[in-house]
């Protein structure tokens, strides 16, 4: 190759670059007009699997639990990841606290957070879980596959994740996915 060929492909390399970034982001638009684009909708290598098996130690006054504890009730429920630290555990209190007072079953999982902590931001945003267990060393969050917190897992009664929702809840996204899942799955 001669070195006014590779001149001009190192000059038409940004555009090339450019025409691929200006696709994917057109594709992207499209997707969000269309409905079908989530953001909170990742993809999990637990879609369809069983639970993780886990066994945490609680959160004073509370006792840990483990996988076989999330499905004894036979009722499909919830796992919530969240940290005291965290802004949008923080937004989304409210909206967990009106899923536990509807009845629906919420296991709590303080992630990478002090005992303490733990127990200052229960006490002012409401505790709306079940069990609290302390997942201090994040392994657990490993084998969920967590990308941060907030993060909620939908179980089925069986113990298979059917939803992985990333990101803090709000009164939408429990009417839009969450309640009618839940009520598939009840």
Request: hydrophobic share 45%; with cysteine.
């Amino acid at each position: 190759m001669d070195a006014t060929t590779r001149r001009r492909l190192l000059m038409a390399a940004p555009l090339g670059i450019a025409a691929v970034g200006s696709g994917l982001f057109w594709t992207l638009l499209a997707r969000m007009q269309q409905g079908t684009y989530d953001p909170h909708a990742l993809k999990s290598m637990l879609i369809g699997k069983p639970l993780p098996t886990f066994s945490l130690p609680g959160q004073p006054p509370s006792a840990g639990f483990a996988n076989t504890d999330v499905t004894a009730g036979k009722l499909p429920a919830l796992v919530n990841f969240f940290a005291s630290w965290c802004v949008p555990c923080i937004e989304e209190s409210p909206t967990l606290m009106a899923l536990q007072a509807k009845g629906v079953p919420i296991w709590g999982i303080a992630y990478k957070d002090s005992v303490a902590a733990t127990t200052r931001f229960l006490n002012t945003r409401g505790n709306p879980y079940l069990r609290v267990a302390r997942d201090a060393d994040g392994r657990t969050a490993i084998n969920f596959g967590l990308y941060g917190v907030p993060e909620t897992y939908v179980v089925d009664r069986t113990g298979i994740v059917r939803l992985r929702y990333a990101g803090g809840l709000s009164e939408d996204s429990v009417r839009n996915t969450l309640a009618p899942l839940l009520a598939k799955l009840a």
